[in-house]
């Protein structure tokens, strides 16, 4: 074996561990430009990525491997062209997740709750736990290729954090854009906390449609009422109808009874009541749901919650009080059935809310919370991707985000859980409010000692949403800040557009005065190879970690990465994977030929050329072709990379190396290799394709380009093409990626003539498989090249080798004729022959012929029978159509095997 020589077979296991500690150790994944060290040059550009910070305490799943392959790219790709790259890691504390995680925790391996163990004890148990399983998602995410700087990585609770936090809340404080108050909100009764309207997911679900009688005061007369959910009745505090209704103009003003409590509520006109639904009448329970909430608002009614935060009946509901609601619910429906208050039941269709981490059905509340006047905030946000300061990809995800900006409600951003930020707000006995950034000792107000601080903690988005500028230090002014903040691109999945990606937007440009970056590139949902949502219950759960200890993590980035256009969904399927495996063998092929093909020249006493660009006439065909092919490679890839197709990009070098550089010019080079006068020149150009080819896939596939360019670099620096390297750095991370030339004006001549070489090979070969003839046999073959004739004979050794042609008998000609017993063929403006004999053994063909036209017979004889049965008048018309098809499809067969038989 010689030194460089690569192994038979590319082992991922062994290789993609090594590869990535030599880019950690040797500091690759770092901008080469810091602003922490004295070389600093503040006029190189830096590119900048933060991190979709994962759960702290999550596993990787197949969306990261999404997103972290795409930012890889993203990042690899501007390393390379010479950007101070910089792609900050980090984890959120993922407030409701993690502190669910422990609580089961808890309970499993000490029967014990939150609130039976403390607050304080239960935070700490927290941190345990992020201590014990917080660093598994990053070990996951290295396994993916990430070449974040792991100097830098962050957390949404490490101390700078928690300090950006701060700031941010007090100074929306001090701007009158946070308050306090009642508000409906969404209350989880199973996790105890506010929910925000983006952690609400709306389902179709059957209920029940309850009719009831709310009966006038004072009167026998009723007015009829449909409601789904019975017990909210404990909380009415008027009837609606409509002003122009009829039935019910003559009640508005009038008194109705809540039953069974016997209070006394309006009746109201209202023009948001539907005259077609229900009854046309409307009860209105203002703590309990949005519609009616926003009634009371302008009826000035008053606001009754009847549900504790366990979701059972409180003070307000009388005897119902400490029933869970669906107890009460049927509860309160015997008692009306009781007292003839009872009208019908029907089943009724409706959409449900429940919580998108628990759940279970989510209560609409009233309660006292923090919120953020989202107006002002709003504004900027729109005007920011208006203006053109950022830009969505794909375009069309821009009408979304206005849609829910010029829609937006003031954000409720307190939680009542005990993991998190805790809202920075401390009260004295005497209810003063003390907002500061630092921890007080005493009441800003009156001086008091005896100070609590606020129970609640903040929404997580509150936290994430200052990502791309607090995780480089805000708010102090640190050199990373002013120098790597704007971020350049935010990439990450179309369904957090509203959680995050615009609540970062706005918090940027408050707090900031600059958008936090200048693109958002939106991927879609990755969905199984049928395009189902992936679900454990449907059992098509693709876990990238077993995927990547089969195929490879090379294989499964590149999977995702072409298989994905900008905000669609990309259908992944493990047969994907395992073409993508062998194609990362088919390079590591293509690598071994390379480097054996330069070993092959290391000790002989060859002239060495400057490394400037393939001069026409100086090559062969093959040797321009390829080249040329390359260079539109290179422009290809750049416009798609500008565009943001990464996949079509991926698409084509895929495509380039297994097509045009594997099955075509590394075929060729192997009969150039064997030539003493163009062994120096095929050498040369394989290694400068194939060194091209490696930098251009690189973001797609590092470890397995990473591994041959280092085999080819050290093997091309050792051989008599040494010179070839002089700018070849030390790793390919770093080396610099293909800019695109423009043509030089020989290009299109020199793949016209290799295009019709092409197309001669694959037509010979085309009538080799369709007459079975053995690879191993060379056939005789006559081409007719009228004025082309110097191209047929220049190319006829590679036309001979590739389409296993006899040299010995294989004429050119400008105006060869067609000898007899010989099959036509056309190729561009030539004409092929080849003569059956000595490409065919005759009798062996004959019998082949015989035996399919026999086949073709039985199923012409069986198809006629069956038409003419009673099938033809049974059977539906598009069954005996296809049948008929068949028919036509085997008689045409079977002439073409007795025109071959003559």
């Not at 615009?502 to 707090?511: K, Q, S």
């Not at 990465?561 to 259908?571: C, E, F, I, K, R």
């Not at 009228?786 to 050794?797: H, N, Q």
Request: aromatic share 10%.
């Amino acid at each position: 074996m010689t030194k460089q020589e690569l192994p038979k077979a590319y082992d991922f296991k062994s290789t993609e561990q090594r590869i990535y500690a030599m880019w950690e150790t040797g500091g690759f994944f770092k901008p080469h430009n810091d602003p922490n060290k004295p070389d600093f040059d503040p006029n190189v550009k830096p590119f900048v990525i933060s991190i979709p910070p994962p759960n702290v305490t999550g596993e990787l799943h197949i969306g990261h491997a999404m997103f972290v392959s795409v930012e890889d790219l993203m990042i690899r790709y501007h390393r390379m062209k010479g950007f101070s790259t910089l792609w900050v890691p980090g984890s959120d504390h993922a407030g409701i997740a993690t502190q669910l995680m422990v609580e089961r925790d808890l309970l499993k391996t000490e029967e014990i709750t939150r609130e039976e163990f403390g607050r304080e004890k239960f935070v700490e148990r927290t941190w345990e736990w992020k201590r014990k399983y917080g660093g598994m998602i990053y070990n996951q995410i290295r396994r993916l290729g990430a070449s974040c700087d792991w100097d830098r990585e962050r957390f949404t609770l490490d101390e700078g954090l928690s300090r950006a936090v701060r700031e941010a809340f007090v100074r929306l404080y001090e701007k009158g854009l946070i308050y306090r108050g009642p508000r409906l909100i969404n209350w989880s009764p199973g996790l105890k906390t506010a929910v925000s309207d983006l952690e609400v997911e709306y389902n179709e679900e059957q209920a029940t449609l309850y009719y009831f009688k709310y009966m006038l005061a004072n009167s026998d007369e009723y007015i009829p009422v449909a409601t789904i959910r019975p017990e909210t009745i404990l909380g009415d505090t008027a009837v609606a109808v409509h002003p122009e209704d009829e039935r019910f103009k003559k009640f508005i003003g009038m008194k109705a009874i809540v039953p069974i409590l016997g209070r006394e509520i309006p009746i109201i006109a209202d023009d948001y009541v539907s005259m077609e639904f229900g009854t046309g009448a409307l009860k209105i329970t203002p703590g309990h749901d949005p519609n009616d909430y926003a009634i009371a608002q302008r009826h000035n009614l008053p606001i009754i919650s009847m549900l504790d935060k366990e979701a059972k009946v409180n003070e307000n509901g009388g005897k119902y009080q400490g029933q869970d609601r669906i107890v009460a619910r049927k509860n309160i429906w015997a008692d009306m059935q009781a007292a003839g208050l009872v009208i019908k039941t029907e089943p009724y269709t409706t959409t449900i809310p429940r919580s998108q981490r628990g759940g279970e059905i989510v209560e609409p509340m009233i309660s006292e919370q923090w919120f953020v006047k989202m107006e002002s905030l709003a504004n900027k946000g729109l005007d920011a991707v208006r203006n053109g300061q950022i830009k969505i990809v794909p375009e069309r995800f821009e009408k979304v985000y206005y849609n829910w900006l010029d829609n937006i409600k003031d954000w409720c951003i307190s939680r009542q859980l005990w993991w998190g930020h805790r809202i920075p707000v401390w009260y004295c006995p005497d209810h003063h409010m003390t907002v500061a950034r630092e921890d007080p000792t005493q009441c800003a107000t009156c001086g008091s000692k005896e100070i609590r601080q606020d129970d609640d903690v903040l929404d997580t988005w509150f936290s994430s949403g200052l990502w791309p500028f607090s995780t480089l230090g805000w708010p102090e002014q640190t050199p990373d800040l002013k120098y790597f903040y704007p971020t350049s691109y935010m990439e990450t999945g179309y369904d957090i557009l509203f959680f995050w990606v615009a609540r970062m937007i706005m918090t940027g440009l408050e707090f900031t005065e600059v958008p936090p970056f200048h693109t958002v590139y939106l991927h879609g949902l990755v969905r199984d190879e049928h395009g189902h949502k992936m679900s454990k219950t449907k059992g098509n759960v693709i876990d990238p970690l077993i995927v990547m200890d089969e195929f490879g993590t090379d294989a499964l980035r590149f999977t995702l990465l072409v298989g994905s256009t900008p905000g669609n969904d990309t259908n992944v399927g493990i047969k994907k994977v395992e073409a993508n495996r062998n194609f990362a063998n088919k390079i590591w092929n293509a690598g071994r030929f390379v480097i054996n093909a330069v070993e092959g020249i290391r000790d002989q006493e060859l002239g060495i050329s400057p490394p400037n660009p393939l001069i026409p006439n100086s090559y062969t065909l093959a040797d321009s072709w390829i080249w040329a092919r390359l260079q539109t490679l290179i422009r290809d890839v750049e416009r798609q990379f500008q565009n943001f197709q990464y996949g079509q990009a991926g698409q084509q070098i895929y495509e380039f190396l297994w097509s045009d550089f594997a099955d075509w010019y590394v075929e060729i080079a192997k009969g150039q290799l064997q030539n003493e006068v163009t062994k120096k020149q095929t050498v040369e150009t394989l290694v400068r394709v194939f060194d091209i080819s490696l930098r251009l896939l690189h973001p797609f596939t590092p470890f397995i380009t990473e591994e041959v360019w280092g085999h080819l670099r050290n093997a091309t620096r050792n051989s008599q093409l040494a010179t070839l390297t002089q700018d070849w750095p030390t790793a390919l991370i770093v080396a610099k990626f293909p800019e695109p030339r423009d043509p030089e004006g020989w290009e299109e001549s020199k793949i016209a003539d290799f295009t019709l070489i092409q197309e001669v090979v694959r037509t010979i070969r085309n009538l080799r498989a369709e007459k079975n003839v053995s690879p191993a046999k060379r056939i005789p073959a006559i081409i007719a090249s009228g004025v082309r004739t110097a191209l047929a004979k220049e190319t006829s050794s590679i036309i001979a080798s590739l389409a296993g042609i006899d040299p010995s008998q294989f004429t050119i000609s400008p105006t060869a004729t067609k000898p007899n017993d010989s099959i036509a063929l056309v190729a561009g403006s030539w004409d092929i022959y080849i003569p059956l004999v000595g490409m065919l053994d005759f009798a062996d063909e004959k019998k082949r012929l015989e035996k399919e036209l026999t086949e073709a017979q039985s199923h012409i004889d069986r198809l006629e029978k069956l038409l003419s049965s009673d099938f033809a008048n049974k059977a539906p018309a598009p069954v005996v159509a296809k049948e008929r098809e068949k028919l036509a499809g085997y008689k045409e067969t079977a002439e073409k095997i007795k025109s071959q038989l003559k």
